[in-house]
């Protein structure tokens, strides 16, 4: 068996050691000191979004002649995992995304390039493709309101995106201000149609003549004098009294002013996006930050400045709505002092069990002398202070100790019996030193296995791995070097040395009974295995447990076609309802079209729950006509169950989603159920005639590029800009509001000919209302449509198998098939990758065992102590009333390690005795009697340590407590089962690998004597 003096080498030689320890410590410091404070890990998804615009375009339009085309490009390149688009009124958006490990850069230039290669099958009207790479990280750092008594709100939209946006760019770490609400400003060009018509002018060619005009271009170049001068063709003017005088061309040849068939102003842009906060109108915005900076720095950053723009300019009052970086913050404290509070419960423990200051002092300094350093591995590897790494640290607190309670322990036994400290730790610690090393090592290897998870939870996994084993590896250094030097020197003699006490009671009876009875006690073992996994179909799963945030966010949606205004008053009431809650302390409201978000922030001192405060004001909300709000996660994505399914038959689909959401709505524990989709509404579909179109020469484009300027304007590639200084406004031209509502106006609009006049537009062409889609969602290609509902007390996992058995589930039609996306993919993801990781773990705390032992049949002993963890694990969550979520799943993955602990404790010593020459059953039970008293020190300091976590008093504890809960419940089983069973399994399996070695033997060739000799002969030159 390897054994490496490594301790006593450490204790003759105190100065290196000190040394190393010391410098271990200020690289960890200095570290700890730079690394950034952030929310969540830095991932790396390559996903690129290719956004094409064409305004006024219908969905069902564009998704035959601009995504379609585009999905088909993008579809063929390699690496692609998925392709999502969603169309919707002028927008379309494709979103590829490839395998995690594909190159973000080289992901976006082979998108880029893809779309570049269809450009001339697109529509001529459309804009530009936008194809750039999403960063899914990239959420808020925090979200600011602005209100002016003296400024107007197209002023005011400029200050933040001109004065604030600019300010605050430049400071470090922050990449982006994004404006919330507010109007751009814009020359609104307001046709008259009676002018119009009378003139015979045509919309098109106003915003033509426009935009032709209006433009400052290179001349060319001349030689005048001798001399080169370049030629300049300023037309642009920056007077809009100037455009009431541009010539217009008119039917029969005749030009008109633009001033005697429109009116011109300066104003604002349509108003399409509101923000509210607690009801009135502010202007937001919302601060992002680049994705190697501390969010808390940030954050700091962006606090300091505000002041002084606010003081700058007069009447500015900028308000804080929400700090996702003060939530991090205030999480990261908590979870600091939570590190503290577990090292003191452990240093507690020490000294209940050993009554000695000196050696609680040396177990409780391992704890922090471990940790420290480990900030510098992880700022060496660009890791951060993160809700993961941070769960890594709480998680590893209580095994921090664990070696040097080990090692203590058994320095202070000689102690007792009269040795003096220093050969105690001289003889102590190495005796020991392997059971040390395979604790550690089986910790280890349990942890890299989830470091290597693929998919998305892989991501953020792989630095929670890493983490936990670096500082488990530094403990083990601190055990092996620094644990025994201090004993060596700091401890103090035993005043009243005295021998063993005799091993009587009742732990030694039901030892001696377990040990009579083998084979019964393996049996019951197996049978509280089998019981603890009939206990887990009791405990219900999912995938992250609910937190209780400062800020929560609510979605308000409402039916396509649904007008700003009636959205400003819908949203006006949402935030009175939830202002009136007593926990509430504002309401910030974002509204885009018929669609937005509710950002509620509640008080500090607030009673209840997320979940609590939902029910109570969600009979209110649902009392809101024609809108309905529902709760959202952190992030703002939907909070919801959500099934999707998907179809190339558009019609099928539709019939199996609206099957299923009825089956769905019979479901108890599911409410609200409803298709994600809005329905149709009502289309205004212009048909050309085509017999009077081409007699008159009127072309369909023609037609639609007359009716799209003359209700919403231009494109704005195409509209003419009118220069102010350092901007370029946009001149909009289009009907007045009253004239887009009116149908006659719109069938009246004037059309240019091929003969150079003009017709009406009902002249050649008829006018309908039809249902048409608002909203188009595909998934690889494919029609995709989803059913939304809220859970009444069901977890995640307990909705899937609900949905999973209903009968249109169990017999979709003949090409629609369920789409595993959203939280459902990370789900299966999750428990399939754990369930991977610990299988992996297993396999190589069994080759590490192998290894360390020189042995096939003794690690399958102290594995045997590995399923006896699971029960208690369930048993804690389903006392608590958790769910088996991520972190639970957290803490029975760390239960392999700390099981496989308390066998190796056992197995090694009992190994030890035999070769000494003392019979099994003498070596089993000495084993018992010596190592009984570290493995429950290690384990009541460990459970100690995570009692804070599993009390759940801290900010953001929530997320924690199911992992310490899981830890707690498997120590109590594995510990009380491991010292009764794990004796009984040692006989069994040493008594069969007794009698099977003897038949192998005889299949193996036998080494002869002399090249024995000459082996033994060569060792020393070695």
Same mark, same amino acid.
């Given at each position: 068996?390897?054994?490496?003096?490594?301790?006593?080498?450490?204790?003759?030689?105190?100065?290196?050691?000190?040394?190393?320890?010391?410098?271990?410590?200020?690289?960890?410091?200095?570290?700890?000191?730079?690394?950034?404070?952030?929310?969540?890990?830095?991932?790396?998804?390559?996903?690129?979004?290719?956004?094409?615009?064409?305004?006024?375009?219908?969905?069902?339009?564009?998704?035959?002649?601009?995504?379609?085309?585009?999905?088909?490009?993008?579809?063929?390149?390699?690496?692609?995992?998925?392709?999502?688009?969603?169309?919707?009124?002028?927008?379309?958006?494709?979103?590829?995304?490839?395998?995690?490990?594909?190159?973000?850069?080289?992901?976006?230039?082979?998108?880029?390039?893809?779309?570049?290669?269809?450009?001339?099958?697109?529509?001529?009207?459309?804009?530009?493709?936008?194809?750039?790479?999403?960063?899914?990280? *990239?959420?808020?750092?925090?979200?600011?309101?602005?209100?002016?008594?003296?400024?107007?709100?197209?002023?005011?939209?400029?200050?933040?995106?001109?004065?604030?946006?600019?300010?605050?760019?430049?400071?470090?770490?922050?990449?982006?201000?994004?404006?919330?609400?507010?109007? *751009?400003?814009?020359?609104?060009?307001?046709?008259?149609?009676?002018?119009?018509?009378?003139?015979?002018?045509?919309?098109?060619?106003?915003?033509?003549?426009?935009?032709?005009?209006?433009?400052?271009?290179?001349?060319?170049?001349?030689?005048?004098? !001798?001399?080169?001068?370049?030629?300049?063709?300023?037309?642009?003017?920056?007077?809009?009294?100037?455009?009431?005088?541009? +010539?217009?061309?008119?039917?029969?040849?005749?030009?008109?002013?633009?001033?005697?068939?429109?009116?011109?102003?300066?104003?604002?842009?349509?108003?399409?996006?509101? @923000?509210?906060?607690? !009801?009135?109108?502010?202007?937001?915005?919302?601060?992002? &930050?680049?994705?190697?900076?501390?969010?808390?720095?940030?954050?700091?950053?962006?606090?300091?400045?505000?002041?002084?723009?606010? /003081?700058?300019?007069?009447?500015?009052?900028?308000?804080?709505?929400?700090?996702? /970086? %003060?939530?991090? =913050?205030?999480?990261?404290?908590?979870?600091?002092?939570?590190?503290?509070?577990?090292?003191?419960?452990?240093?507690?423990?020490?000294?209940?069990?050993?009554? $000695?200051?000196? $050696?609680?002092?040396?177990?409780?300094?391992?704890?922090?002398?471990?940790?420290?350093?480990?900030?510098?591995?992880?700022?060496?590897?660009?890791?951060?202070?993160?809700?993961?790494?941070?769960?890594?640290?709480?998680?590893?607190?209580?095994?921090?100790?664990?070696?040097?309670?080990?090692?203590?322990?058994?320095?202070?036994?000689?102690?007792?019996?009269?040795?003096?400290?220093?050969?105690?730790?001289?003889?102590?610690?190495?005796?020991?030193?392997?059971?040390?090393?395979?604790?550690?090592?089986?910790?280890?290897?349990?942890?890299?296995?989830?470091?290597?998870?693929?998919?998305?939870?892989?991501?953020?996994?792989?630095?929670?791995?890493?983490?936990?084993?670096?500082?488990?590896?530094?403990?083990?250094?601190? =055990?092996?070097?620094?644990?025994?030097?201090?004993?060596?020197?700091?401890?103090?003699?035993?005043?009243?040395?005295?021998?063993?006490?005799?091993?009587?009671?009742?732990?030694?009876?039901?030892?001696?009974?377990?040990?009579?009875?083998?084979?019964?006690?393996?049996?019951? !073992?197996?049978?509280?295995?089998?019981?603890?996994?009939?206990? +887990?179909?009791?405990?219900?799963?999912?995938?992250?447990?609910?937190?209780?945030?400062?800020?929560?966010?609510?979605?308000?949606?409402?039916? =396509?076609?649904? $007008?700003?205004?009636?959205? #400003?008053?819908?949203?006006?009431?949402?935030?009175?309802?939830?202002?009136?809650?007593?926990?509430?302390?504002?309401?910030?409201?974002?509204?885009?079209?018929?669609?937005?978000?509710?950002?509620?922030?509640?008080?500090?001192?607030?009673?209840?729950?997320?979940?609590?405060?939902?029910?109570?004001?969600?009979?209110?909300?649902?009392?809101?006509?024609?809108?309905?709000?529902?709760?959202?996660?952190?992030?703002?994505? /939907?909070?919801?169950?959500?099934?999707?399914?998907?179809?190339?038959?558009?019609?099928?689909?539709?019939?199996?989603?609206?099957?299923?959401?009825?089956?769905?709505?019979?479901?108890?524990?599911?409410?609200?159920?409803?298709?994600?989709?809005?329905?149709?509404?009502?289309?205004?579909?212009?048909?050309?005639?085509?017999?009077? %179109?081409?007699?008159?020469?009127?072309?369909?484009?023609?037609?639609?590029?007359?009716?799209?300027?003359?209700?919403?304007?231009?494109?704005?590639?195409?509209?003419?800009?009118?220069?102010?200084?350092?901007?370029?406004?946009?001149?909009?031209?289009?009907?007045?509001?009253?004239?887009?509502?009116?149908?006659?106006?719109?069938?009246?609009?004037?059309?240019?000919?091929?003969?150079?006049?003009?017709?009406?537009?009902?002249?050649? @062409?008829?006018?309908?209302?039809?249902?048409?889609?608002?909203?188009?969602?595909?998934?690889?290609?494919?029609?995709?449509?989803?059913?939304?509902?809220?859970? #009444?007390?069901?977890?995640?996992?307990? /909705?899937?198998?609900?949905?999973?058995?209903?009968?249109?589930?169990?017999?979709?039609?003949?090409?629609?098939?369920?789409?595993?996306?959203?939280?459902?993919?990370?789900?299966?993801?999750?428990?399939?990758?754990?369930?991977?990781?610990?299988?992996?773990?297993?396999?190589?705390?069994?080759?590490?065992?192998?290894?360390?032992?020189?042995?096939?049949?003794?690690?399958?002993?102290?594995?045997?102590?590995?399923?006896?963890?699971?029960?208690?694990?369930?048993?804690?969550?389903?006392?608590?009333?958790?769910?088996?979520?991520?972190?639970?799943?957290?803490?029975?993955?760390?239960?392999?390690?700390?099981?496989? &602990?308390?066998?190796?404790?056992?197995?090694?010593? %009992?190994?030890?005795?035999?070769?000494?020459?003392?019979?099994?059953?003498? +070596?089993?039970?000495?084993?018992?009697?010596?190592?009984?008293?570290?493995?429950?020190?290690?384990?009541?300091?460990?459970?100690?340590?995570?009692?804070?976590?599993?009390?759940?008093?801290?900010?953001?504890?929530?997320?924690?407590?199911?992992?310490?809960?899981?830890?707690?419940?498997?120590?109590?089983?594995?510990?009380?089962?491991?010292?009764?069973?794990?004796?009984?399994?040692?006989?069994?399996?040493?008594?069969?690998?007794?009698?099977?070695?003897?038949?192998?033997?005889?299949?193996?060739?036998?080494?002869?004597?002399?090249?024995?000799?000459?082996?033994?002969?060569?060792?020393?030159?070695?």
């Amino acid at each position: 068996m390897i054994n490496v003096r490594v301790s006593a080498w450490a204790i003759r030689h105190p100065i290196p050691v000190s040394v190393l320890f010391i410098a271990l410590l200020l690289a960890g410091v200095f570290a700890y000191l730079r690394l950034p404070v952030k929310a969540l890990p830095d991932t790396s998804f390559p996903i690129v979004a290719v956004n094409v615009l064409q305004t006024g375009a219908a969905p069902a339009e564009l998704e035959s002649q601009v995504t379609q085309p585009v999905e088909n490009a993008v579809a063929g390149i390699a690496g692609v995992k998925n392709v999502f688009s969603s169309v919707s009124l002028g927008s379309s958006v494709t979103t590829v995304e490839f395998e995690v490990g594909e190159d973000e850069q080289r992901a976006t230039d082979q998108v880029r390039a893809a779309v570049d290669r269809i450009r001339a099958d697109l529509p001529r009207a459309v804009e530009q493709a936008i194809v750039e790479r999403v960063d899914i990280d *990239a959420f808020p750092v925090a979200t600011y309101a602005v209100a002016s008594d003296r400024l107007s709100e197209v002023e005011l939209s400029w200050l933040v995106d001109d004065k604030i946006a600019r300010q605050l760019q430049g400071l470090p770490g922050v990449s982006a201000v994004r404006r919330v609400g507010g109007v *751009a400003r814009e020359i609104n060009v307001t046709l008259d149609p009676a002018r119009m018509a009378a003139y015979d002018v045509t919309a098109p060619a106003i915003n033509d003549a426009l935009r032709d005009f209006l433009v400052d271009a290179p001349g060319g170049r001349s030689e005048i004098g !001798g001399g080169e001068q370049n030629i300049r063709v300023l037309a642009a003017t920056p007077r809009i009294d100037a455009l009431r005088d541009l +010539a217009i061309a008119a039917g029969g040849g005749r030009y008109v002013r633009l001033g005697d068939v429109a009116s011109i102003g300066d104003g604002a842009g349509e108003v399409r996006r509101i @923000a509210r906060l607690d !009801g009135r109108p502010v202007i937001g915005f919302e601060v992002l &930050k680049t994705k190697a900076a501390s969010d808390v720095r940030v954050d700091k950053a962006v606090a300091d400045a505000l002041p002084e723009i606010e /003081a700058a300019t007069a009447g500015l009052d900028v308000t804080l709505i929400n700090s996702g /970086a %003060a939530e991090t =913050a205030s999480e990261f404290k908590a979870t600091v002092t939570v590190l503290w509070e577990g090292m003191l419960l452990a240093a507690l423990v020490v000294w209940a069990f050993l009554r $000695s200051w000196r $050696s609680t002092i040396i177990a409780a300094l391992a704890m922090p002398i471990s940790l420290i350093p480990t900030f510098a591995v992880m700022d060496a590897l660009g890791f951060s202070l993160n809700m993961v790494t941070l769960l890594a640290l709480t998680l590893v607190i209580g095994i921090l100790v664990d070696d040097a309670i080990v090692e203590i322990e058994n320095i202070e036994k000689r102690i007792e019996r009269g040795e003096d400290p220093y050969s105690a730790a001289i003889h102590g610690a190495d005796e020991i030193g392997l059971a040390v090393m395979a604790i550690t090592l089986a910790i280890v290897v349990v942890f890299v296995p989830v470091s290597l998870m693929g998919g998305v939870v892989g991501q953020y996994f792989r630095e929670f791995g890493l983490t936990v084993a670096v500082a488990v590896l530094f403990s083990l250094l601190v =055990a092996r070097l620094l644990t025994p030097l201090l004993a060596a020197y700091f401890l103090s003699p035993s005043k009243k040395p005295h021998e063993r006490r005799p091993f009587t009671g009742w732990y030694a009876r039901l030892l001696e009974r377990s040990l009579s009875y083998p084979k019964l006690a393996v049996l019951a !073992g197996v049978g509280i295995f089998a019981g603890s996994i009939a206990m +887990a179909s009791l405990i219900p799963s999912g995938f992250l447990p609910t937190g209780n945030p400062r800020a929560h966010i609510m979605g308000i949606d409402a039916p =396509a076609g649904t $007008s700003i205004a009636d959205m #400003d008053v819908a949203v006006g009431e949402a935030s009175r309802v939830l202002g009136r809650h007593p926990d509430v302390e504002r309401v910030f409201a974002n509204v885009d079209g018929a669609a937005g978000s509710l950002t509620v922030v509640f008080r500090k001192d607030r009673d209840g729950t997320i979940d609590q405060f939902e029910k109570r004001v969600q009979p209110a909300l649902d009392a809101i006509p024609g809108v309905r709000v529902t709760g959202r996660g952190a992030d703002g994505a /939907a909070a919801e169950f959500e099934l999707t399914l998907t179809g190339r038959d558009g019609p099928t689909l539709d019939l199996a989603l609206e099957r299923v959401r009825t089956e769905m709505a019979a479901l108890p524990g599911f409410s609200g159920v409803r298709l994600a989709t809005p329905p149709p509404v009502a289309d205004l579909v212009i048909r050309p005639r085509p017999e009077d %179109a081409a007699r008159l020469g009127v072309s369909a484009q023609t037609i639609a590029d007359a009716a799209r300027v003359a209700t919403i304007g231009d494109i704005d590639s195409n509209v003419a800009k009118l220069p102010s200084g350092e901007r370029r406004i946009p001149i909009r031209v289009q009907l007045p509001r009253e004239a887009r509502a009116d149908l006659q106006t719109i069938a009246a609009l004037e059309l240019p000919t091929a003969a150079g006049g003009s017709t009406r537009l009902d002249a050649v @062409a008829d006018i309908t209302f039809e249902p048409g889609p608002t909203t188009i969602d595909r998934y690889d290609r494919a029609r995709r449509g989803s059913i939304r509902a809220q859970l #009444d007390g069901l977890t995640l996992g307990q /909705a899937l198998d609900r949905v999973n058995a209903l009968p249109t589930m169990g017999a979709l039609p003949p090409g629609v098939t369920q789409a595993n996306l959203g939280e459902s993919e990370q789900f299966n993801e999750l428990f399939g990758g754990f369930v991977g990781a610990m299988l992996a773990g297993v396999g190589m705390i069994f080759a590490v065992l192998i290894l360390l032992f020189r042995s096939f049949f003794k690690p399958v002993t102290i594995l045997a102590a590995l399923p006896l963890a699971i029960g208690g694990a369930f048993a804690g969550l389903l006392v608590a009333g958790l769910a088996l979520t991520l972190p639970a799943m957290i803490g029975i993955l760390m239960l392999l390690g700390l099981a496989a &602990k308390n066998s190796i404790l056992l197995v090694e010593f %009992a190994i030890e005795r035999e070769r000494e020459g003392m019979s099994q059953h003498d +070596a089993i039970v000495e084993a018992c009697r010596e190592r009984a008293r570290p493995i429950i020190m290690t384990t009541v300091a460990m459970a100690a340590g995570m009692v804070p976590t599993a009390l759940a008093f801290s900010s953001g504890a929530e997320f924690r407590q199911p992992m310490a809960v899981a830890v707690i419940g498997g120590l109590i089983s594995s510990t009380a089962l491991t010292l009764v069973l794990v004796p009984a399994v040692y006989e069994l399996i040493e008594n069969f690998e007794n009698w099977l070695t003897p038949k192998l033997a005889r299949l193996v060739t036998p080494v002869s004597r002399d090249a024995a000799a000459r082996d033994g002969a060569a060792k020393p030159a070695e």
